[in-house]
């Protein structure tokens, strides 16, 4: 039963990778039906994501345990020329 329970479970996480990196519900199920034999609907589909996103939310709203301080810098590359020669310089 351990195996199938793992199989399962990485089944499931290779459809919801699939999903966030934009391949649509329709061809995870063909994907899944040309590897596996079996069709996933997509209802099954969005339950699954579902549950992917719920669990996200619940970490997003998570309670911080100290405060993490931050620095935010913003920057650009600008083109310069020193000498009649072209150079990129990065700027703060």
Known sequence: MRMTFRRESSIEEAMVEMYIAGVSTRRVSDV?????????????????????????????????????????????VMSRFFNACPFKSPSL
């Open 32 to 76: 899944t039906e040309a590897l596996f034999g079996a069709s996933v609907s997509s209802n099954a589909m969005s339950e699954l994501n579902k549950n992917v996103y719920d669990r996200l939310d619940e970490w997003r709203s998570r309670p911080l345990q100290k405060t993490y301080p931050y620095v935010y810098l913003d920057g650009m």
